[in-house]
């Protein structure tokens, strides 16, 4: 038993001594599973809630710039804007959170997030096909100028409404798969952090049955065959 102590003793030695005595070979296994939180895809994922931020903001300056040169609003012109100010609100909302949980490694938070970034998309998909509708019904079935007037043209600015549909369609089919795709990029790092949990967890357990424990709380096991 003693003897058995000993030979405890001499490997203890030999990796508190900064693992090199006697020219044994450690393997410090160091678990770096955190790929996610590296600074390349901290900046990717920060401009690009930044630039869905951007599109949302610019889609809403527009439309309520169209909405105040104009001499009169029309029931068009006013959902369009109203559904571009709940969509800045309900997105800002969303990207805060996304920040949030991604900073502190909230899996439930992130996985919640993309979902809503997904319900979003499928929300401006369906705007985009009621604006279509809208500007085919304005151009094809309106031919009256008085209904012109209330659909088409705006006041005496020259502003027509051909040009403000065509930007804010351009615009909500780039709304629509830009918020896709951050969905689909938040839900992928809801699974790498849910990943590197379940593999650090289980790697842990490991190596606590069979190796040492260094002073910074990393695992350590003997590489080198000591029979020869």
């Known amino acids: ?3 058995n102590n000993a030979h405890l003793l001499q490997f203890y030695d030999v990796y508190k001594d900064n693992r090199t005595k006697w020219g044994i070979g450690l393997n ?11 600074n390349r895809t901290k900046l990717f994922l920060y401009v690009l809630w930044n630039i869905l931020i951007f599109i949302y903001m610019l889609e809403f300056f527009v439309n309520l710039f169209f909405l105040l040169c104009i001499s009169h609003g029309n029931l068009v012109s006013t959902s369009i804007l109203s559904f571009s100010l709940l969509d800045s609100i309900l997105v800002i909302l969303l990207t805060s959170q996304g920040v949030h949980a991604y900073s502190k490694d909230k899996s439930i938070e992130l996985h919640k997030c993309a ?3 997904h319900v979003l ?3 401006c998909s369906v705007k985009l096909l009621l604006y279509v509708f809208v500007a085919i019904l304005s151009f094809a079935l309106l031919p009256s100028e008085k209904l012109n007037r209330l659909f088409y043209f705006y006041g005496t600015k020259g502003l027509y409404f051909n040009y403000f549909i065509e930007i804010v369609i351009t615009v909500n089919v780039v709304k ?9 990029k938040v839900q992928y790092i809801f699974s790498c952090i849910r990943t ?10 490991d190596l606590e049955k069979q190796s040492f424990l260094f002073e910074d709380n990393t695992y350590g096991t003997f590489m080198t065959d000591l029979r020869e």
């Open 1 to 3: 038993m003693n003897d």
């Open 28 to 38: 410090k296994l160091n678990i770096h599973i955190e790929n996610y939180k590296s």
């Open 115 to 117: 979902k809503y970034f």
């Open 121 to 123: 998309s499928i929300w």
């Open 176 to 184: 629509a798969v830009l918020t896709f795709f951050t969905g689909q």
């Open 196 to 205: 590197s949990t379940i593999l650090k967890s289980k790697i842990r357990k």
